[in-house]
């Protein structure tokens, strides 16, 4: 029997992961946050709540499927990660999921995380097992919260950043803290520097810069220059980093050059949205976002509005 997987997605490569074979663990956008930065579009509903929101079994079945495929299980991964489309730590599967996992492969399990749910010590014992933690800080400020991660109901920054550091204390694996600049929001001295005492406190191995790189879901989502993203690291410590484009690697480089040329064709027959892309080549929305972004990254190709939806195209 041929299984679609509609779970697991890539190899895909990852600026922060090399290449990374991705789980998805909840529908679309199921999320806490609704960040105006958001590359997959709007959280219709930010939630908060724990469920099985994908059931075990189906995840079981896609993770089987995938590594009884030796082409698939071929791929040299830097990493699995759980991720996707969505906050992972919403699913209560999640421990079960990495157990699974672990049976299966030596590969390191890297955990992408928005980290809302880390004040929560079950979520936190978790999540431990995994070898890499990758939560992400944006705002220190509620106001800022609110207007530039729009979270569900209920969520409160300084609750996160308290989970943050009972992660902290409890987890002997990495955590590598993202913290994405929005012009004009989260980029002013006052804020820096609240920034700069949470993660005094939160003592992250790694504290990993960065910028809106494609439109997110509303145009006050403005990218900082790379100039003033080298101008604020130090401030972070020696453990920070701004995070450096993709580079390519020979073992990977096939597979995702293939894609990109595949991608290519298509957009030189005509322009094509995002989703125009997952249908005709059978790609999930976070991959066909991942190979544009190297794709826009690289100078290939250009995104325009037309009629209120976002089309890309060739550069000729
Ligand atoms: S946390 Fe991630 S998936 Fe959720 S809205 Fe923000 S950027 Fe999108």
Redesign the pocket.
């Known amino acids: 029997m041929n299984l679609a997987l509609t779970h697991i997605f890539g190899p895909v490569p990852s600026r922060r992961l090399g290449l990374s074979l991705g789980v998805d663990l909840v529908p679309f956008?199921t999320?806490?946050?609704?960040?105006i930065?958001?590359?997959?579009g709007k959280?219709a509903a930010p939630v908060n709540k724990r469920a099985e929101y994908v059931p075990y079994e189906q995840l079981e079945r896609e993770i089987k499927t995938f590594f009884a495929s030796k082409d698939r299980a071929s791929h040299k991964l830097d990493y699995i990660t759980l991720s996707g489309?969505?906050?992972p730590t919403l699913n209560t599967a999640l421990p079960r999921v990495i157990e699974l996992l672990q049976k299966l492969t030596k590969t390191p399990i890297a955990l992408l995380t928005?980290g809302t749910l880390f004040n929560d010590p079950e979520v936190r014992r978790e999540a431990a097992a995994v070898n890499v933690i990758l939560p992400?800080l944006d705002v220190v400020s509620a106001d800022l919260f609110a207007v530039l991660?729009r979270p569900a109901p209920g969520l409160d920054v300084k609750k996160i950043i308290a989970g943050l550091i009972a992660l902290r204390d409890e987890y002997r694996g990495k955590i590598w803290l993202e913290i994405l600049f929005c012009r004009g929001l989260n980029d002013n001295p006052k804020e820096i520097k609240r920034l700069v005492e949470a993660v005094g406190v939160i003592k992250p191995d790694k504290v990993q810069l960065n910028t809106v790189v494609r439109p997110g879901t509303m145009i006050e989502a403005v990218t900082v220059t790379q100039a003033f993203l080298k101008e604020v690291l130090p401030k972070f410590g020696p453990q920070a980093e701004i995070i450096a484009p993709f580079s390519k690697d020979s073992d990977y480089g096939k597979t995702i050059e293939k894609t990109e040329e595949t991608i290519l064709a298509t957009l030189k027959r005509r322009p094509c949205t995002k989703s125009d892309l997952e249908q005709a080549l059978g790609l999930k929305a976070v991959e066909v976002i991942k190979i544009l972004d190297l794709m826009l990254e690289k100078g290939e190709i250009k995104s325009l509005e037309h009629s209120g939806k976002r089309y890309f195209q060739t550069i000729v």
């Open positions: 956008k999320c806490t946050l609704d960040c930065y958001c590359e997959l959280t489309s969505g906050e928005i992400s991660n």
